[in-house]
């Protein structure tokens, strides 16, 4: 009798059993989720670098290559007298040093380009673009006004932005838009003239201004990285339109060149 009771079922003596069995298991699974759960946080990091890498970089354009790369242009002189307006601005530009944006002198392809990128990422608007010059062979108004405008969307973009880039075509070829007038114009008149084009707003404009045009006296409230950086250079957890404009007042009329920098500070 002593021998049967022995031999007799104990439940928890198979439970422990079970558990030491699928031990490894757990730990695998739960080693699987600890990775998963890094990798997760570590794309998100990466996805918001690329956000931040990727302010105020809209208005350059890789339509027109011609063998050399164009650069917003500024001299020694201004920059110079820019610091001496803004002692917090000047301290940050001899920390930064000097800044290479690129630009694209054809404006009409830089307007292009702008429709283009607007709610994309930067590569999605390059495969766009290219496809847009193999459509076209170059990024003129006539070039583009000859193109069906379902084509145009084929090469990747929305109908509605190629609607815009058709209509900016026909604007310019038509004569509605003289884009060798804008060089005579002064900033706000040119705002102006581009922001009748369906598809191009303020900000856009103002872009342009700076990377097309050469234009030195552009500051943009529209441009989230501008105001991110004179918030980050002046302490400001919030930047109301008055304080912008008293900036802005400060370091006419290099705007452009101030520009530059809050961009660059806003990625710190």
Same mark, same amino acid.
């Given at each position: 009798?002593?021998?049967? +009771?022995? %031999?007799?079922?104990?439940?928890?003596? =198979?439970?422990?059993?079970?558990?030491?069995?699928?031990?490894?298991?757990? =730990?695998?699974?739960?080693?699987?989720?600890?990775?998963?759960? %890094?990798?997760?946080?570590?794309?998100?990091?990466?996805?918001?670098?690329?956000?931040?890498?990727?302010? *105020?970089?809209?208005?350059?354009?890789?339509?027109?290559?011609?063998?050399?790369?164009?650069?917003?242009?500024?001299?020694?002189? !201004?920059?110079?007298?820019?610091?001496?307006? !803004?002692?917090?601005?000047?301290?940050?530009?001899?920390?930064?040093?000097?800044?290479?944006?690129?630009?694209?002198?054809?404006?009409?392809?830089?307007?292009?380009?702008?429709?283009?990128?607007?709610?994309?990422?930067?590569?999605?608007?390059?495969?766009?673009?290219?496809?847009?010059?193999?459509?076209? *062979?170059?990024?003129?108004? &006539?070039?583009?006004?000859?193109?069906?405008?379902?084509?145009? +969307?084929?090469?990747?973009?929305?109908?509605?932005?190629?609607?815009?880039?058709?209509?900016?075509?026909?604007?310019?070829?038509?004569?509605?838009?003289?884009?060798?007038?804008?060089?005579?114009?002064?900033?706000? &008149?040119?705002?102006?003239?581009?922001?009748?084009?369906?598809?191009?707003?303020?900000?856009?404009?103002?872009?342009?201004?700076?990377?097309?045009?050469?234009?030195?006296?552009?500051?943009?409230?529209?441009? %989230?990285?501008?105001?991110? *950086?004179?918030?980050?250079?002046? *302490?400001?957890?919030?930047?109301? @339109? &008055?304080?912008?404009?008293?900036?802005? @007042?400060?370091?006419?009329?290099?705007?452009?060149?101030?520009?530059?920098?809050?961009?660059?500070?806003?990625?710190?």
């Amino acid at each position: 009798m002593k021998n049967v +009771q022995q %031999l007799q079922y104990n439940p928890y003596d =198979v439970r422990e059993s079970q558990h030491v069995a699928i031990r490894p298991i757990i =730990v695998a699974i739960q080693s699987k989720l600890l990775r998963f759960a %890094l990798r997760f946080h570590l794309d998100c990091v990466i996805f918001l670098a690329w956000i931040w890498k990727n302010q *105020g970089t809209a208005g350059r354009s890789t339509m027109v290559k011609s063998g050399h790369t164009s650069y917003v242009k500024y001299a020694a002189a !201004d920059l110079e007298a820019l610091k001496k307006k !803004d002692k917090k601005l000047a301290a940050a530009i001899d920390r930064i040093g000097p800044i290479k944006r690129e630009a694209n002198p054809d404006l009409f392809s830089a307007l292009v380009g702008s429709i283009v990128s607007q709610q994309i990422s930067r590569k999605a608007a390059d495969t766009v673009e290219r496809r847009l010059l193999d459509l076209c *062979g170059e990024i003129t108004p &006539e070039r583009i006004h000859g193109a069906d405008v379902a084509l145009i +969307q084929q090469c990747g973009t929305s109908m509605r932005k190629a609607r815009y880039i058709k209509d900016a075509a026909e604007a310019v070829c038509h004569g509605a838009v003289d884009l060798s007038a804008f060089e005579g114009m002064a900033d706000g &008149e040119i705002v102006g003239r581009l922001t009748a084009l369906r598809g191009v707003g303020v900000w856009t404009a103002e872009m342009l201004l700076i990377f097309s045009l050469g234009r030195m006296d552009v500051l943009s409230y529209g441009d %989230l990285g501008i105001r991110r *950086g004179l918030c980050k250079l002046y *302490g400001h957890k919030t930047l109301t @339109k &008055e304080q912008f404009a008293g900036y802005k @007042k400060r370091y006419s009329p290099y705007g452009s060149i101030a520009s530059l920098y809050l961009w660059k500070l806003s990625v710190e």
